[in-house]
Structure formats: structure tokens, C-alpha cells
């Protein structure tokens, strides 16, 4: 269990710029131009130069590649950010600007767009079926739809340009005959072949396989008329060395924005869900994303069958996170006042070596963990319990005893260190008058310690509970959420908890559904948002004391 | 509060950030193709996902390619369970490989998904076991390049055991009980069983995942329930009870416990054989005898080479797969590296190890894997149903129907 112990604040990048050019005198006129710069050259300003000259060139170097591929968000961005990143570092009004602008932009990448493009996804359809542009499913109905006439030859194939156009030279019966996208195949007498492949045409070049590699999407998309008669069908290649007749299945009409059958003539039109569709309801794949509204946020709650389950596992969630939070937090207070008493000796060796479960891994502790308890040969039932067969995992009930058993030993270390550190924060002279008054041990704890205690581990406690809330690695390795449930569409299990049930709707139950798993973890960010906003003002009344 | 919402956030959008995280920080990388197609020198530059026990193989023979055309092929190993998965992701995004191998059970979600391009062999097309090519076809169009077989067959101990006799699964269990070892008849589980595995006893009840037309291509009618299928979760539940099966025995601890001479049966694929015979064991590999009477048909899977439908380099790509990887040679290659039947008849011919062999007995009776899109929503429930059979945690029959329907009903939704 990694604790939420990394703080989010400003970034110490651009060391040096910190600390204004004579801050000591206090001058209050921000001094003009470049010539301020160029008296207080120091150490620190070069730093700063160096930095901001790399994080310009990372800046260009993204804005460049952008460009190339034509992506012009991103580009919008990395202009947007790099004039803020500039103007910050130079300006010498910016000085807050100077720190908050690294962790503000980490922000917007990390967390904000993250964010929005789970919204946005939660509101479509992407998964599977559904997993690009109409344009994309367009252009794949085409080519899957193509298909090759039956019976017809194979043809060597030489890829040859006329002027600027493109074009296909074939041997057919001994015979060269060229042709382009324009101009169906005719016959060239002319042309040179040896050993079975055209060398020269007249009025054209024969394109080396360097050239070929040069132009591949233009010669795999263009099609040849093998005749004036369309019905013939037209040739295309894939190699560049070989072409086949192809006669097209389904043909797309622009202007109706319809797929068409050629043989029967039965109309796919493109429907509201994201597929082209014919009159009687059959369905061409692939589909394309679209938009779905809220059917994705009530996908849980109008199957009858996940009924039951998805209650079971929301209150599950509750309870392991409640759980954990209070067996962790008890056992860490319980040793934390043990081992804060002077009377125990090796208090230090003690401590170093509780803190041990906190330092490993959690993704490995609970892998390792769900070895031991394995039911035939885990170390637990093997060597502890002298191969008695306890199905520690395969339990439903035991599951989530392990579970959270398993969460207390990798968690109760963090509480031990801030309980700790709590403790010692306490005035002992409080203490000391409260034994003078007649109070005893008990009380002392109850009136004393433990509400002192809350006023600074209260709020800790409840960001681990948000974290608990969400606790996917321990679940995934340990029980990997089972054993499952019996008879529920997705498969899910007794020990998931809403995270892991999300993963296991997206990933695992089959076709993966993104736009349900991305609504569902909104829902879990509403929840665990309103159980922290709710928790933090409840704390806010602890420290009225 | 500011922190803690932060915190969530983050848990909640690494999702986003898995589905999607090539979106907005490869931009870079993006452009390099991009680069080198302008550029022009001769040679363009694929990217092919294998996995690791096949990466060893394929090495050698993209070596050769190279040094026949100049193109460079980029091998890239990804586990074997995410090629498929990874590849319906990345690919709409642009970023995806030019080329995969993989079993061919994928073949339909991809198509579904529009990310495979067809493949057209021409008169290459009859050098290959008939069943290997109609593996790598889906709806009448042909998407990729068969590699090599595959398939479970039992495989024997003859140090613990030299002979079978059973025409049976209960005799084989019974006679396998008498050497006297730890276990009996090994068959590789894990929390969520694996069906793969226990299919040639599902089929010897004559309960097939899916209804097979008359052509052999799979249909989406389901066929394993009713009594056949309540016969055979019957019977694991009788097989999980005499602790033949045990779901807390997985691939990793089944091949360990013969390795170590613990069980004089195992139920295996050929890919664990090498390890069995450079461990220095004495093996046969044998047809499975069937449980419910009919034949025990093990799964037969294709492996193949598919080319990704917005590769940006389609005759090149082209050129290596369905012009290279067809040609006897580098299916030889194939073969001699990696210790798997070709699927190349010509390269086929030539194999002569007892071992490969008595996996082609063994799968001469076996059933393709279905490649339809609808076995994606199969494996979850099938898997997870099995185990809770197996471990006894639900009844049998009421737990094979629930599964069934559950099945249909996704079969349904999708």
C-alpha cells in the first residue's frame, strides 16, 4: 500500500530564478531592458538560461514534430506553453508565475486533459466495434468488401509512372499491357521484358523498389480498369510485383453516404449508433465512435443481472476502505504508543523494522502475498498451518478476510510513522497535569491522546481512505478480484472493488467497453470527491478544541 | 481536499491515460516514419510485434529478409496476451506495429474492429494445410500468413510409466494413480480454470463451444449447453473432487510437478515439450482417450503473420509476409529454430520428431479454434465458471446453464 505521500506544490525547476536580482535592497521600480540582465550576470542566471534554452528547444523540438503529423492541438498547446514558460522565466512581474508555471502545466497534461478525455469517452461508444473515425471505418468496410473475381489470373506486375501519373504494367499471355487509374489496360508492344519482368515502357519509367517503397499508400489505393467494361473488374496490388482482378462488394456513394451492395443492391445507411445499417437491421463492422449520452452512466443499474453484484461490490468497496483504514490506523496507534514509551528498550531497532513492509513495493508484497496464501501450496497452509488446505483466495468470505489481513500488514507501517510522529507532538506537561487531576490510564487516552492525535491525523486518514477507496494494485495482484460471482455478465468477483470491477468491464469480460468503464470512474471520482469534502469538513470541528 | 481530489483523479484517469496514452505525448515518435519515407532510401522500416517464445525463431528469418531487400524489420516482443488486445488499440491511433504474429482466435474481433488488412496469396495459397488457411480467413477474405500448428496432446513420463493402455479418461486417471506419484493426469488451471485445456474433455461429451457449418467455419449458435454440457461440468466437478483437477494448480506449477517426476500424465501443448526433453525426461506424447465416449478433440490453433489495416509501409509489408514468410525456406527456418509443425506442407513434410509428430496425431482429430468475434465473451465466463465447478464452489448444472446464458446474452449485447 504506497500512501498519497507526495504533495503537490510548486516545482523547485529554474533554481536561481528564486531569488529576484537585489532583493536585499529592495528596489521597487522593476529596472528596464536587457542591460539589468547583462550587470547581474550570476551562476544562477545562467542555470536558469541553460534551463529554459533546453525546455525552448524540447518545446520546438514538439512543436516540429506536431507540424508533421499534423496534429494541431497538440501544437496549439506547446506554442500556448512555451510563450507561458518564456514569459514567466523573463518577465520580472512573474515571480509567482515562476513557480506555479511547470506544475501548472504537469497539471493541465496529467491531470485536466486525463480528466476531460474520460468524459468525453464516457459519453460515447469506443470499444470494441467502435474503436476509430467513420472516415477510418469507412475506408476498412471498402478494402475488407473487396473482393478478388473469382477464377480470375494473377498477373507479374510492374509499377511504372507516365509524366506525373501512376500506373500499372502487366504481362499478360506474353504480352505487355499498361495502364492507370484513368486508362484502362492497353497494349505496348514496345516495352522490354527480361526474365519474366518489365524492364522499360516507352513514354514512362519503371519504378525501382526504392521507388516503390517511396509511394506505397498511392500504389496499394490505386486501381486499374482491366477493360472499358467496369464490369470486368480492375486490377490492384499489394506488393508491387503481382496484381489480381478485383471487383468491389460493396461500393460507398459519397453524395448519400451509403454503402451499397453490388450484387443485391440492399442500402447501408449510417444509423445513430455508429454503424452503417440496412433497412431489415443488418449491420456492417467495423462501426465508428459516436456519442451515447447518459446510456453508458446507467449500463450498471439496468441489468438486471449485475443488479445484485454491482450492490454487493460498492459496499464492498465501502466496507474494505473503512476497514482498512481502521485496522491499519489501530494497530500503527496500538504500536505507536507501545513503542513510544521509554521503558522499551531497542525502540530503534523496533521501528526500523516496521517500517520494512512499508518500503517494499506494494505491487510485488501483494503478488508475493498471494503466493503464500495460495490454497495447495502456499507457504501459509504448507509450512504455518502443517498442510492443512484452508482456500485462504478461493473463499469468497475468507477472500476478503485476506484481503484486508493482507492490506493491514502492508498499511499499519505508515500509521505507525505519522501516529509517531503525532504522539511526540504532544505537550507532555498536559499530560502530567491530567495525572495530577486523578485521570486514569484509559481516560487519559480517550480525552487526551487520541483527540489531540486527530487534530493532524484525522485528515491523513481520511486521504487514505480516498486511497483505499481506489486500492486496484492490491486487488489485482492478490485476488485479482475473485472468486467470482456466479452468473453475472461481466466477470467480477467478491473482493472487487469498484476500480478493479471498471478494469474488468473495460479489459476483461470480452469486448471491452470503454465508454461504460470511463462513466463508471466518473462515478467512483464523484463518490470518493464527496466522501472527502464531507470527511475534511467533519476534521475542520476536531481542531476547535 | 485539494490533494485528495487530486489523488483521485489520478486513479481514476490512469485509466484514460492506458486507453489513450498515445494520443498526446508520442507525437515524436510519430513523426519518425514520417521521416524516413521522405528520405527514400531504399529501405522503409516495419515494426513487428512477436511474443517471447517466438521471437528466438522469427530473428533469424527477418535477418534474411533484410539481407535480401534492404528493408529493415523491427521485432518488437510483447507478451503473448497483449498483441491482440493491444493491437485493436493502437492501431486507429496510427501508431500501431505494421505486423503482428499471433494465434488466429483473434482474427474476427479484428476484422470487427477494422484493423487487419486482407491479404491476397494467389496460387501461394495451396502450398498450405487446407485447415492452416482457413484459419487465417474470416467472412470469404483471407487476412493472413499461416506459420505453424498447433495443439494439446497428452504427454507421458516413461520413466514413471512406459506404456497406455486406457481408452478411457477414468482408466488413464485409474492407471496414472498407480505410480504412485503426487498427481495424477496433470491439466494446467488457475483461478479462472482454463478451458482451453479441458476442451478435448468438453468435446468428448459432445458439447462444442460453438455449432460448426457445413464448411467448418464457425457459426454463433451455441452448442455446449444442455445435457451434454451438464455431463461434462458433472464431470469436473467429480474430477475436481478426486483432486485430478485443482484450481490452484496453474501452467507454471503444472509443468514444475512433471518436471520434477511428480504425475506420470500431462496435458500439453508443444511448447512446454523442449523444456521436458532438455531437462534431460524420457517422453511420449500420445492422443488424448476420451471421457464422455465421443472424441476428445483438442483445439487446433494457427499461428499467423497479420498486416495491420493503416500500415504506412503496405508494400513492404506485403513484400515480407505474403511474399517471404511463404517461400519453403523461411518456414524451414521457422521450423528448425523454433520446433514447431509448419504450416507450409512442403516445410511439413520434413519434420521427423516423434514429439511433433505425436502432436499431429493427436491434432488430426482436433477442432480450429473458433476465430469469431463473439469467443471474446466467451473465455471470461467459460473460464470462471469451470473453476468455480472444479472447486466445488457451485452447483454444476445450474452454474453450466447460468454460463450459457450468460454467453448468449453477450453474444446478444455486442
Known sequence: ?545 | MRRSIILAGATVTALALTACGSGSSDSAESAAPEATESAATAEGTLTMWVDDTRIGEMQPVVDAFTEKTGVEVDLVQKASGDIGPDFVAQVPTGEGPDIITSAHDGLGEWVNNGVVAPIELGDKADGFAPAAMAAMAYDGQTYGVPLSIENIALVRNNDLLDETSATTFDELVEQAKGAGTEFSVLIQQGEESDPYHLYPLQTSFGAPVFAQADDGSYTSDIEMGGDAGHAFSEYLAKLGDEDVLDISIDGEKAKQAFLDGDAPYILTGPWNTTAFTEAGMDISVLPIPSAGGEPSQPFVGVQGVFISAKSENPVLANEFVANYLTTEEAQDVLYTEGGRTPALTASAAKVDDPILTGFNDAGMEGAPMPAIPEMSSVWGFWGTTEAQVVDGQADADTAWDQMVDNIQGAIDAG
Open chain 1, 1 to 545: 500500500m504506497t500512501h498519497p505521500t507526495a504533495v503537490e506544490g510548486p516545482t523547485t525547476a529554474g533554481s536561481g530564478n528564486g531569488s529576484p536580482p537585489e532583493d536585499s535592497s529592495g528596489t521597487r521600480r522593476p529596472r528596464r531592458g536587457w542591460a539589468s540582465h547583462a550587470r547581474d550576470v550570476r551562476p544562477g542566471f545562467l542555470v536558469k538560461l541553460a534551463l529554459v534554452a533546453l525546455a525552448n528547444a524540447v518545446g520546438l523540438y514538439g512543436i516540429l514534430a506536431a507540424w508533421a503529423v499534423q496534429s494541431w492541438g497538440i501544437l496549439a498547446f506547446l506554442v500556448l506553453a512555451l510563450v507561458a514558460v518564456d514569459w514567466a522565466y523573463f518577465s520580472r512581474r512573474a515571480l509567482a508565475a515562476k513557480y506555479l508555471v511547470p506544475g501548472l502545466i504537469f497539471l493541465f497534461v496529467y491531470q485536466i486533459f486525463a480528466m476531460g478525455y474520460t468524459a468525453y469517452v464516457a459519453f460515447t461508444n469506443y470499444g470494441d466495434g467502435h474503436n476509430s473515425t467513420k472516415d477510418d471505418a469507412i475506408a476498412q468496410i471498402s478494402e475488407q468488401n473487396e473482393r478478388r473475381v473469382e477464377g480470375s489470373a494473377s498477373y507479374p506486375l510492374t509499377v511504372v509512372t507516365q509524366g506525373d501519373e501512376l500506373g500499372f504494367a502487366i504481362v499478360d499471355d506474353g504480352q505487355v499491357r499498361v495502364g492507370s487509374a484513368e486508362q484502362p489496360f492497353e497494349a505496348e508492344p514496345d516495352a522490354v521484358v527480361e526474365n519474366g519482368s518489365i524492364t522499360s515502357i516507352p513514354d514512362g519509367d519503371v519504378l525501382s523498389f526504392v521507388d516503390v517503397a517511396g509511394r506505397q499508400s498511392e500504389i496499394t489505393q490505386l486501381r486499374v480498369p482491366l477493360s472499358d467494361d467496369p464490369e470486368s473488374g480492375s486490377i490492384r496490388t499489394q506488393d508491387g510485383s503481382t496484381g489480381f482482378v478485383y471487383q468491389p462488394a460493396l461500393a460507398y456513394d459519397e453524395d448519400s453516404d451509403t454503402f451499397v451492395d453490388t450484387e443485391t443492391g440492399t442500402v447501408y445507411s449510417p444509423s445513430g449508433g455508429g454503424n452503417f445499417v440496412s433497412a431489415d437491421g443488418q449491420e456492417l463492422t467495423p462501426g465508428w465512435r459516436v456519442g451515447v449520452g447518459f446510456s453508458n452512466f446507467s449500463a450498471m443499474f439496468t441489468d438486471s443481472r449485475m443488479a445484485g453484484p454491482f450492490a454487493s461490490i460498492f459496499g464492498w468497496t465501502f466496507v474494505f476502505a473503512a476497514l482498512s483504514v481502521l485496522t491499519t490506523f489501530a494497530l500503527g496507534l496500538f504500536l505507536a504508543i507501545t513503542f513510544n514509551d521509554e521503558r522499551v528498550r531497542g525502540r530503534k531497532i523496533y521501528r526500523s523494522l516496521l517500517i520494512l513492509p512499508y518500503a517494499f513495493p506494494g505491487f510485488l508484497s501483494a503478488l508475493v502475498w498471494s503466493g503464500m496464501l495460495n490454497e495447495r501450496f502456499g507457504f501459509v497452509n504448507e509450512v504455518l498451518l502443517g498442510g492443512a488446505s484452508v482456500p485462504w483466495l478461493t473463499d469468497p468470505t475468507l477472500a476478503k478476510v485476506s484481503v484486508i489481513l493482507v492490506n493491514l500488514w502492508l498499511g499499519f507501517p505508515y500509521m505507525f510513522l505519522i501516529t509517531t510522529g503525532a504522539l511526540q507532538a504532544i505537550p507532555s506537561d498536559m499530560m502530567e497535569a491530567a495525572k495530577i487531576d486523578g485521570a486514569g490510564r484509559w481516560r487519559m487516552f480517550r480525552s487526551l491522546t487520541l483527540p489531540m492525535l486527530m487534530v493532524s491525523v484525522a485528515p491523513l486518514l481520511i486521504a487514505s481512505f480516498a486511497f483505499n477507496f481506489n486500492n486496484f494494485s492490491l486487488i489485482f495482484m492478490l485476488t485479482g478480484g475473485g472468486p467470482n460471482f456466479v452468473g453475472t455478465p461481466y466477470v467480477v468477483g467478491h473482493t472487487d472493488i469498484l476500480i478493479s470491477m471498471v478494469y474488468s468491464v473495460a479489459f476483461e469480460s470480452g469486448s471491452k467497453q470503454y465508454g461504460v468503464a470511463s462513466a463508471l470512474s466518473i462515478l467512483i471520482f464523484i463518490m470518493v470527491g464527496l466522501i472527502s469534502w464531507i470527511g475534511f469538513r467533519r476534521t475542520r470541528k476536531l481542531e476547535e478544541l
